[in-house]
């Protein structure tokens, strides 16, 4: 790698970077070959940024496959309770019961179990770890102009506290007590009392040590991220020529340092009142028919401190893949993004806001119902800037001169979701109508598609677009628009009906229907979820095979600024090494968004102000 | 490293990190927060045992103080070249700091005297648990004391710009800690 990045290229970029470029004289020394002298410092334990990038992609990849098939496992229980699921059995185990007939039925205990480890991995792993953890790694030091992180040593310990994290919670899958199985938010006492449930045992410990872990990482991460956008911007790149996905990854920086430790409190108090005998969550409790002695304890606290990370979490996911959303409809429609600084005050207010919203997942725990109605509005003011956002995003496409390719496609889906989602969103930020709407699918169709559909678009278009920078090759075209076909009409297939069970008032983490009179009727619907869902994964297959297969075998990258982007990172040799830029660092003469601006289809930042030009936006 | 980032970076009126460990106080900062919210909701839902917070726990906070004092004075010493008050001072903070952890502890056996135990009620319990994170986190600062030691003892008294930065973050550090402390005590002090 580091030897292609010194082949005598040489090309207009570079020109630019050594005439108006800043000399760090970062390359007359050779600290460089230090950290990537091996197969290891290189491949392993890397501080690259860029390498450091594709670990936590790859990783949430294989996170993102397990949880899928967990998904798939507890739907065909869903859609088909009467099937034999016998043969699941040489990979489930003990957990598919078989009776005398031979009918294979999957254990109760381990549906709740896979439910839970679904929505935590889907959460934290891969839509934390994987979104976040690859783009700002990917593209903070190249869209600054920086050489890398700011530390990068505690960039490469963030990751392998979160692979440590992911080990623990793998482990855990092969209890033979099970996984925790009290839902992703483990509540108390599920959570707090090992004899609760079998997966409140060993099951909960290692659940709540590997968040810890994770919590770490993101910490790290984020510590690394904010400082890099703050201290490390190269010469003439103010915060109002940032693109907007590095505001969205500093936004989200920042959330998640405000956030995450106040779930570490939680969690330390969780884990007193589990091992120690403290009394924070728990209170006159009987289990199996024995009182317990603990006195005092309120599992409302538990809720606040949780839902304090767990708000801003779901903007921790959702911003970067607003900002990955962005920067991919304004390159592929070869227009300015519309409203830049609006887009830079919603994802600031977003931000803000979802600081003050977390008891709009508590309407129904007992929270004073005064109290509630401020919940109420803040949630509801959240629509103002996500609507600012959706409107900029139609008012770019409008007009522009659009390329269909996966990324746009994928961003353009993203668009959709997040109209969908959000709309229903609206629904449920009211108390009132929450009485009968929460806890039903109505709910689970709402953040599906709107933080889970819609976060996984914008990472599939942020992979579409920045593939050729991250491997030097393209990822098949037909294949890519063949995947965001078949995962826009799947998803839809898959989540639009669960909204009309939600209204009938269907339940969710129920493990089976067909026993309630007043829910059997909707057993066609669960069917056709079910399948819908095992389509769409199938179709998650062809990305997979594809991303892989074009690691090696893509079609070459030829010409550095495939897109004919404006951003730095495309200013980068085909195979950047280490420190990015072989010479100087670029220096910064523009906005990241003058596409089509006095008939050139685009300038790219390095390129400085024509006489009389002014930098309008 | 930190040579090659100083160079770098040189146009930053901040060193990088420093703005990183400013950031990752403040994420330390936003987990303490949450404890002294968690105690005022817990308070106001009753069943709340009060007592009165040992003295102990007050002659502490001098003692604390007093390491911060001690850890800067060394600081300007060592910028300034006198090294026999870098070294002495740097080695009272140390003994502090370690002072402070132990007398923490006896502050916690007062509380189990009087009968406030770990798990007898919650507002009990939040004292231990909290300064319990808030003694780790000194514990932290008093290995990078040590490695702080280490360097004055070991290497002849130079001020370059690597060592001015190191004491400067343990220093920020401490001082952060230190007022960790007093942000505690002042809830503790209003709560109970």
Redesign the interface.
Known sequence: MANTAIKPVVTEEDLLIEEYGYD???HE?H?GDKYQSNFITTYIFSQDHKIIAKQFLITGMFWALIGALMSLVFRLQLGFPEENLAWLRPVLGKWITINDAGMGTLAPEFYYALVTMHGTILVFFVLTAGLSGTFSNLLIPLQVGA?DM??P??NMLSYWFFFLAGVIMFLSLFLSTGPFAGGWTAYPPLSALPQASSGSGAGMTMWILSLVFFVVSV?LG???Y???V???RT?GMSMWRLPLTIWAFFVTAILG??????L???F??LM?DRS?????YL?EIFIGGQALDH????P??YQ??FW?LGHPEVYIIILPAMGLVSEVLSVHSRKPIFGYRAMVYSILAIGFLSFIVWAHHMFMSGVNPFISNFFVVFTLIIAVPSAVKVFNWIATLYGGNIRFNAASLFAIGFVSMFISGGLTGIFLGNSAIDIQLHDTYFVVAHFHIVMGVAAFFGMFAGIYNWFPKMYGRFMNETLGKLHFWGTLIGAYAVFWPMHYLGMAGVPRRYYRFDSFEAFGQFSAMNQFITIAAIVTFAFQMIFVVNFFYSIWKGKKMTVRNPWGANTLEWTTPIHPGHGNWPGKLPAVQRWAYDYGKDGKEFIPQIKPMDEGETEAH | MEAVVERAYGRNKIHPQKFALWVACGGILMMFAAFTSAIIVRQAAGNWLEFRLPDIFYYNTIVILLSSISLHSSYLAFRRGNTSLYRGMLALTFVLGAAFIALQYQGWQKLTAIGIELTTNPSGSFIYVISGVHAAHILGGLGALSLALLHAYLLPHKVTPARKLRFELTLTYWHFVDFLWLYLLFFFTMLY
């Open positions: 760090d004289h970062f020394h600290h050489r700011a530390s040593f505690l910490l984020g510590i690394n904010i400082t890099t703050l201290n490390l010469k340092l405000l956030s995450f430790p106040v570490v409190s939680g330390l108090l007193f120690l005998g403290t009394s924070f209170s006195v005092g304890g309120s409302i606290l606040h401190l304090f």
